[in-house]
Structure formats: structure tokens, C-alpha cells
Antibody, heavy 120, light 108 residues
Framework: QVQLQQSGPGLVEPSQTLSLTCAIS??????????WNWIRQSPSRGLEWLGK?????????DYAVSVRSRITINPDTSKNQFSLHLNAVTPEDTAIYYC??????????WGQGTVVTVSS | EIVLTQSPGTLSLSPGERATLSCRAS???????LAWYQQKIGQPPRLLIY???IRATGIPDRFSGSGSGTDFALTITRLEPEDFAVYYC?????????FGQGTRLEIK
């Protein structure tokens, strides 16, 4: 079955870059029937979609306006994984971060979540 | 941005009762673009319903979804103890993808 395994630091200093990786098993990052997303959850903001990457005839990304100037999501076909980079973080970026597959316009497979705290 | 408003915020019911959760969108959402999730403490959300009314793999038939346009509902007939959790609706009709703020279903 499809599984997503997240990795990355749980503590990031303010103004630095938050970087997380999501390793995919049981599916391919190049599957053109799905998209690969990052979603975060915090008490103040609830569930917040951050962005996605997907392969059609070429790779394309879509990002939430709230983070568009700071976010990059990259696929890595050689390792069958995708990554999140969020720069210039502040304490407001403290949240649980999830990598998630979407299929038929719904999020059907979720990673285990990574608690990320932005603090010095 | 499409805003999803869920009601009630908290629903207190007993096992065996029927639960109806509401999700109202600020703009019309096509039927294929509305989904529901269940989340328990310490776990990621779990997909229950997609395309307004299609149960995800392994979801019991006591869960059902309905609605169209801007008004959608999740119904749980005959509540089981494991159904007490937080439920979210989500739309994919337009970017950004958004979620409702959640309904907490608690044991009365």
C-alpha cells in the first residue's frame, strides 16, 4: 500500500529555512494521476494547505498565496520523494506539517506529521 | 478564496444516535470537489468521503455525505464509540484548497 515517510528537523530558528522531506513507497512521485502536497495544522490557523507539485506532461506547482513568496516544493524522481522548503520562518510557522497525496480532489494518503517549532 | 463554515462547533451525542454535521461554502463548490475527514488526537486526518458522497476505501456505510452548491452534510447513523472525534470538510474547487474549522463530536 502507499505510505509517506516524513523526515526533517523539529526545531528551526527564526529567519531560517524550514526543510522537510517526504519519501514515497507504493507509488511514484511522477504518477500523473495524483499530486503531492504539504499541509500544516496549528491551533491558530487550523488545517492550512501550503502547496503541491504534480507531473502532467511536465512538472507544475501551485502554492497558497499566504506563503507563495517563501515556499518551494520540489520533486526528486531519483529518490521517489518530494520536499518542502519554507524560508524566513517566524514563530507563526510553528505547526504540525504533513505531506499528503491527493487523488480525485481529496487527500487520501497522509504522512505521519512532523512537529516543527520555530524558536531560538 | 472559498471559506468553509462548519456547524455546530461541538456536537454532544450518545452512542447509537445519529449525527448530522454541516459545511457551508462561501461560493458554489462542484460536487466532485467536496471531501470530509475524521481526525483523532495525535493522528493525521483520515479521508472519509470524497466527491460529496463517495465513501473512501474501508469506511463503514454508517458514514454518508450529501449536498450540492454551497451546502453539504456528513451524516453518521448509529454512532459507535470510535466515531467521537473532530470532523473537517475540504474543498478543491478552486485554489487555494481550504478546510473548514472543524466540528468536534463528543460523547454526551
Amino acid at each position: 500500500q502507499v505510505q509517506l515517510q516524513q523526515s526533517g528537523p523539529g526545531l528551526v530558528e527564526p529567519s531560517q529555512t524550514l526543510s522537510l522531506t517526504c519519501a514515497i513507497s507504493g507509488d511514484s512521485v511522477s504518477n500523473n494521476k495524483v499530486a503531492w502536497n504539504w499541509i500544516r495544522q496549528s491551533p491558530s490557523r487550523g488545517l492550512e494547505w501550503l502547496g503541491k507539485t504534480q507531473y502532467g506532461s511536465k512538472w507544475s506547482n501551485d502554492y497558497a498565496v499566504s506563503v507563495r513568496s517563501r515556499i518551494t516544493i520540489n520533486p526528486d524522481t531519483s529518490k521517489n520523494q518530494f520536499s518542502l522548503h519554507l524560508n524566513a520562518v517566524t514563530p507563526e510557522d510553528t505547526a504540525i506539517y504533513y505531506c499528503v497525496r491527493d487523488y480525485k480532489w481529496a487527500f487520501d494518503i497522509w504522512g505521519q506529521g512532523t512537529v516543527v517549532t520555530v524558536s531560538s | 478564496e472559498i471559506v468553509l463554515t462548519q456547524s455546530p462547533g461541538t456536537l454532544s451525542l450518545s452512542p447509537g444516535e445519529r449525527a448530522t454535521l454541516s459545511c457551508r461554502a462561501s461560493q458554489s463548490v462542484g460536487g466532485r470537489y467536496l471531501a470530509w475527514y475524521q481526525q483523532k488526537i495525535g493522528q493525521p486526518p483520515r479521508l472519509l468521503i470524497y466527491g460529496t458522497s463517495i465513501r473512501a476505501t474501508g469506511i463503514p456505510d454508517r458514514f454518508s455525505g450529501s449536498g450540492s452548491g454551497t451546502d453539504f452534510a456528513l451524516t453518521i447513523t448509529r454512532l459507535e464509540p470510535e466515531d467521537f472525534a473532530v470532523y473537517y470538510c475540504q474543498q478543491y474547487a478552486s485554489s487555494p484548497i481550504t478546510f473548514g474549522q472543524g466540528t468536534r463530536l463528543e460523547i454526551k
